[in-house]
């Protein structure tokens, strides 16, 4: 693997490296995503590498831990309650990482975000909501960037392929001299796969922030609800998620909503604000599922828009909402090994340049995107935050993958034998 060895762990705001007794602990190791990503680690971290398993019950944790590869049987249990301040705090400071896949992130993520920020501890999570990355930005940013504390939302299929993918298209704009980026859409081409449980409780835990608060609304459905700084964005005025079918004009694709839009399109423009807008003036940027080019991509498109809408009113609906639950996977279920293996995804991002030609990058992998792929993303984040410290130039804060991590994650998803190419069209 790239980057250091577990010697070579992150730095306080100082520069100094922390002394702690572990360098990445797992949170949420006993549940669906959390044991898939303690068995990602005990195959692919280093020899030597300090790492415990934290959850509410030492007896599922010593479960967990029987189960996996060889290396990973000798790590740690850890009791930690997500929900309980002090035992966050106090995980925090023996770690140099924690990764959690505790969710919903709303309802448990920001007593462990506020405890590593305060103790420059380095964080990932998986959360795909928007509202908690809004309030782990309110609470942490500030703390986070003194104490040089690395806080990465969204590391995995929520939102890194569409991150690291406009990443490339300004990293090929800028090295052959097309200045900025101009109108960039992320299409998904190709997807299989199934749904965990912890996926459908986030987004239902974001349905109900709405219905108690309708201030959340105004949050959800701005654009620029996670950019560093509103008051210098540039004028990107008419800058909206897709919500419509339509026909996509690079590729004569009919197009459809994409149900992870909301949040990768805010994290991937949280990228370009934390960055200094290096994107480009023009830079205004979309998602949608792409489908055929005739009667039959039309007719699949707006079937997926009625699929979307019939969902999201079944989750809200007061009526039909336990209906909807029965229906869904429950958070600790997830689909089966052989679902698992057969997934798949690919995403194609096309965007335009200042000096008029046009670039295209694929993201694309093997294995369920919502579990296989995301657990590879994942693991490989933490490790990058663990283990290449002295290959990030980010300091800290609230982050994203592009801009925490950049090239060493890359290079290290590449390894892992994921596809991120970028060239000219």
């Not at 997830?334 to 200042?354: I, K, N």
């Not at 579990?371 to 800290?396: H, I, K, P, Y």
Request: aromatic fraction near 6%.
């Amino acid at each position: 693997m790239p980057g250091g060895g577990p010697d070579s762990g992150p730095d306080r705001g100082d520069g100094s490296v922390t002394d702690r007794e572990y360098d990445l602990v797992l949170l949420g190791a006993t549940g669906f995503v959390g044991r898939l990503v303690a068995a990602y680690l005990a195959r692919n971290a280093p020899t030597g590498m300090r790492v415990a398993l934290a959850g509410r019950s030492r007896e599922r944790l010593e479960r967990v831990r029987s189960e996996l590869p060889p290396a990973g049987r000798e790590w740690p249990p850890v009791v930690c309650d997500a929900t309980d301040v002090a035992q966050v705090s106090a995980l925090a400071r023996t770690t140099r990482v924690v990764a959690t896949t505790v969710g919903p992130y709303a309802r448990y993520g920001l007593p462990l975000v506020r405890a590593c920020a305060e103790d420059g501890t380095h964080y990932a999570d998986l959360s795909g909501e928007v509202l908690f990355v809004r309030d782990a930005i309110d609470a942490a940013h500030e703390t986070a960037v003194r104490t040089g504390a690395r806080v990465v939302n969204a590391c995995g299929f929520d939102s890194i392929p569409s991150d690291l993918g406009v990443l490339l298209l300004h990293q090929e704009a800028e090295r052959l001299g097309l200045g900025g980026l101009g109108d960039t859409t992320l299409l998904v081409t190709r997807l299989s796969g199934g749904i965990n449980g912890g996926t459908v409780d986030s987004m239902r835990s974001q349905i109900e922030a709405l219905e108690t608060d309708p201030e959340q609304r105004r949050v959800l459905f701005d654009p620029f609800a996670l950019t560093a700084d509103r008051e210098t964005e540039p004028d990107r005025s008419g800058q909206r998620d897709v919500r419509h079918v339509f026909r996509d004009a690079a590729t004569g694709r009919w197009t459809a909503p994409w149900v992870m839009a909301p949040l990768n399109s805010r994290i991937v423009r949280r990228s370009d604000s934390l960055l200094g807008h290096v994107y480009g003036p023009g830079f205004r940027y979309r998602e949608a599922v792409g489908f055929g080019r005739g009667t039959r991509g039309r007719f699949e498109a707006y079937a997926l828009a009625a699929a979307l809408g019939t969902t999201f009113a079944a989750m809200s609906n007061p009526g039909t909402h336990r209906l909807a639950d029965r229906l869904l996977p429950s958070p600790g279920e997830g689909p089966g090994e052989q679902v698992r293996d057969q997934g798949y995804f690919r995403f194609e991002l096309r965007s335009a340049t200042a000096a008029g030609r046009r670039l295209r990058a694929v993201v694309s992998a093997s294995g369920d995107p919502g579990n296989v792929a995301t657990v590879r993303m994942f693991g490989e984040s933490a490790l990058c935050l663990a283990l290449d410290g002295d290959r990030l130039s980010s300091g800290g804060g609230v982050l994203t993958p592009a801009v925490a991590m950049g090239d060493a994650l890359l290079e290290r998803l590449r390894i892992a034998g994921m596809t991120l190419t970028v060239g000219t069209e």
